[in-house]
C-alpha cells in the first residue's frame, strides 16, 4: 500500500502466544502474501517486547502504551522503521 507522500506501509501481523518457559510468536505480511513466520525469539522483560528473526534479519522492541497498544520500532537490513501495534482478538 503507498501512501500520499509516496511512502510504502505493509500491514504487520504477531501472533504471540504465552508458554510455560516464556512467550512464542509468528508473523504474517499479509500485503506480501507471507504467513507463519518462525521468529527465534519472542521476550517481555521490563516492559519491554523483544522479537527476533533471524532470517529476516527482522528485531522489533516495543513497550506498551495505554490499553493494548504497543509503540516501538523495527530495524531491519540496517533500517529502522516505526511500528506500532495494537491487540486485537482472533
Given at each position: ?30 500485503d ?28 522489533y522492541?516495543g ?28
Amino acid at each position: 500500500m503507498e501512501t500520499p507522500d509516496g511512502d510504502v506501509t505493509l500491514r504487520i501481523v504477531f501472533h504471540i502466544s504465552a508458554t510455560d518457559d516464556g512467550f512464542t510468536s509468528t508473523l504474517d505480511s499479509p500485503d506480501q502474501n507471507a504467513y507463519g513466520i518462525g521468529t527465534d525469539a519472542t521476550t517481555y522483560e521490563g516492559e519491554e517486547l523483544v522479537i527476533k528473526i533471524s532470517q529476516l534479519d527482522f528485531v522489533y522492541t516495543g513497550k506498551p502504551s495505554g490499553d493494548n497498544a504497543i509503540e516501538g520500532s523495527f530495524t531491519q537490513m540496517g533500517q529502522t522503521f516505526d511500528l506500532n501495534m495494537t491487540r486485537q482478538e482472533e
